[in-house]
């Protein structure tokens, strides 16, 4: 950690922002569980609420004020989403400013999606077990086709053009790559797979396989290879047990994501980290606000509490995150799950025994 990591202030801020739709549900739940973890553990974590969301754009006009990014930036140690989304804001737009914003602007370029399997019972595909389904995506954050650089000409018109344009650049390439190769020697995995469309994107992912073989080779140990992402999709669903790191760009990483959801059990039950190495980070459940769901005690809460469990080793305290991710695979061992995992359980009851679970230590095998 640096001098100016934020991570090393006290008490660690933890900016709260449970967005949209079932983001609010899941938030609170996973609020229950951090806060039974800071309990616990006695934690220095001082939580500070935010309600910038769809309502409040709608009511302001504001989806974030002047100075809040920097705010975040410079005086808290890691922010905490539900989820962005809302039909009556149909471009998105606060959520390009709060979401797309935190990750661009605080330069987040790590998008870590563990993909786990915590029973068999849940994976959709015949035959497949825990051990089958245990790999993690790293996912470009801050390039790609996510940076909005295009336009129209004679916009809705029979004769529109569309233009988007994806970009990728050396120093981006290179340190989700490197990043992706460190982890994996950091946790003892022994291979790397990186996942473009070179073949038919000759000049951005072809800067992706010449800089991806370039660092393979400062890390000897770690087998290196490449599926076109097409091949890699088949790939997941027929043997998801050859894969335990896959490195890929940002929209990639967005797709295969949600298939290896699927895998282990669906998108309730996944969670992500939005991380730069030494400054703050930003940590939230894979799925979306789900507004269907929203309110109604159906939104599985464990992918959120998931992600407080990576925010909990982020913030350097790998006890309790180990304590929470134990909480949460012991609750689906015993079918204590929303209906999702093929329980019966209510998103507050399901957090409410998370919580539980982890204050009592039992979930830390105690
Ligand atoms: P979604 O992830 O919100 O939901 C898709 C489906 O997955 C749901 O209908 C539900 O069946 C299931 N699901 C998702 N989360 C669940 C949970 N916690 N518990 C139980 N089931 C769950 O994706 P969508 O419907 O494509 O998008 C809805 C909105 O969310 C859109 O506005 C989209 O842009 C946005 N979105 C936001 C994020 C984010 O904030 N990170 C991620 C994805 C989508
Ligand atoms: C995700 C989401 C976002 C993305 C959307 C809501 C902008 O799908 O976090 O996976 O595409 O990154
Ligand atoms: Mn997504």
């Given amino acids: 950690m640096s001098a100016t990591d934020p991570r090393l202030h006290r008490p660690q801020r ?25 309990e616990r553990w006695s934690l220095p974590l001082e939580l500070v609420h935010f309600p910038y969301s769809a309502d409040h754009y709608l009511e302001t006009g504001i989806s974030l004020p002047p100075g809040q990014m920097e705010e975040f930036r410079d005086r808290f140690a890691a922010i905490f989403i539900g989820a962005y989304g809302d039909p009556r804001i149909p471009d998105m737009r606060h959520a390009a400013d709060i979401l797309l914003g935190i990750r661009f602007q605080l330069d987040l370029y790590v998008n870590f999606r563990p993909c786990k399997l915590y029973d068999a019972r849940l994976c959709p595909l015949a035959g497949k077990s825990e051990k089958d389904v245990d790999f993690v995506v790293f996912r470009e954050n801050t390039e790609g086709a996510y940076v909005g650089i295009g336009g129209n000409f004679k916009k809705g018109t029979p004769d529109e053009v569309a233009v988007q344009e994806e970009i990728h650049t050396r120093k981006g390439v290179e340190r989700i790559v490197r990043a992706a190769f460190e982890w994996a020697q ?55 047990e050859q894969f335990e790191v896959i490195v890929t760009n940002n929209m990639f990483g967005d797709i295969v994501t949600d298939l290896g959801a699927a895998l282990q059990g669906g998108l309730g039950v996944a969670g992500s980290a939005n991380v730069h190495p030494g400054r703050v980070s930003m940590f939230e459940p894979v ?80």
């Fill in 287 to 366: 799925h979306g606000s789900a507004p269907k769901y929203a309110g109604t005690g159906r939104a599985n809460p464990m992918g959120a509490v998931l992600s407080t469990a990576l925010m909990l080793d982020e913030l350097g305290h790998g006890e309790a995150a180990s304590a929470v991710e134990a909480a949460v695979a012991m609750a689906i061992r015993a079918g204590e799950t929303t209906r999702d995992l093929g329980g019966s359980l209510s998103t507050s009851e399901v957090g409410d025994r998370l919580a539980r679970a982890v204050a009592a230590g039992a979930a830390a095998g105690r």
């Fill in 14 to 38: 933890i900016a709260i922002l449970p967005g949209d739709g079932i983001g609010r549900d899941v938030t609170a739940e996973a609020l229950k569980v951090l806060e039974a973890a800071a």
């Fill in 186 to 240: 950091a946790h003892g995995r022994g291979k790397v797979l990186m996942a473009d469309k070179s073949n038919v994107m000759r000049y951005g992912h072809d800067l992706w396989q010449r800089v991806f073989f370039e660092v393979a080779g400062e890390y000897g140990g770690i087998a290196a290879s490449h599926m076109y992402v097409d091949a890699l999709c088949m790939q997941m669903v027929k043997a998801p």
